[in-house]
């Protein structure tokens, strides 16, 4: 059995850390760059920076940060956030990523997946989606939208449907980040995440909802997830990297030892 990972999420903006529910109502709450530290000392996985207004702005991502947090940690380190072009992914990787996330411009562009992954390897490229439940219908038979620009613009694109095609193109992981749970701290959305970890057979990250390490065997157990991604239950310090982790070895899930 491989071992579930436990990944923590620093939304950037402006290059503080910010939080927010839902997308929304985001506030301002410290250092990344002493953030993934403190993580990192605590035993975690790997990490991933999404600057969440490259995007919306039409701007570049902050490599900057990218550089200073990547100073900091020495585990697997993924980014995202207005990657729009191979040479934009490149400058991340130079920065010191190890990993790529693509999102909005990958929607916009799909041929930007292909590029990435013949440029730098499927290993290195992640596929990030930011889905929110929708009735269900013709065009989105799921029930899940694939929405963009930080939550801002509904695309009428499946989730499921655009997960296949993601793998197809060559993505090598996927996050998947429920809107409707973000920041709730109420669980993951289950249904969501095991629907997609049964629509393609790359690795399936869950993302958004994280509160209690009970949400994260949910997720990595009936939500048939490799890994989870936790924001909020860090950063506010309601749980170490290393109470997580000894809660899912207590239920019998192999996890990486801690530092």
Request: aromatic letters at 6%; a neutral charge; charged letters at 25%.
């Amino acid at each position: 059995m491989l071992s579930k990972r436990i990944i923590a999420c620093l939304d950037v903006r402006a290059g503080k850390l910010a939080k927010s529910v839902r997308f929304v109502d985001t506030k301002d709450i410290g250092d990344p760059v002493a953030k993934a530290r403190e993580y990192y000392e605590q035993g975690l996985d790997e990490l991933v920076l999404y600057d969440i207004t490259a995007s919306s702005e039409g701007r570049g991502i902050l490599l900057e940060v990218v550089a200073r947090v990547a100073a900091q940690v020495f585990i697997p380190f993924s980014v995202g956030g207005g990657l729009r072009t191979v040479e934009d992914c490149r400058r991340v990787l130079l920065a010191g990523a190890e990993k790529v996330n693509v999102n909005t411009a990958a929607v916009q562009r799909p041929d930007l997946i292909a590029e990435a992954a013949r440029a730098f390897g499927s290993q290195a490229v992640v596929l990030s989606m930011d889905v929110r439940r929708v009735p269900a219908s013709a065009a989105i038979p799921s029930g899940y939208e694939i929405v963009t620009h930080g939550g801002r613009t509904p695309t009428g694109l499946d989730a499921l449907a655009w997960a296949r095609r993601g793998e197809a193109l060559g993505s090598g992981e996927i996050v998947v980040n429920s809107i409707d749970a973000d920041g709730t701290k109420q669980g993951y959305e289950i249904g969501l995440t095991r629907a997609v970890a049964e629509a393609v057979s790359i690795p399936v990250i869950a993302s958004g909802g994280g509160g209690t390490p009970e949400h994260l065997y949910a997720a990595l157990t009936e939500g048939k997830a490799d890994a989870a991604l936790v924001a909020s239950m860090l950063h506010y310090g309601e749980y170490t990297v290393g109470e997580i982790k000894a809660y899912l070895a207590k239920r019998g899930l192999k996890v990486r030892r801690t530092t």
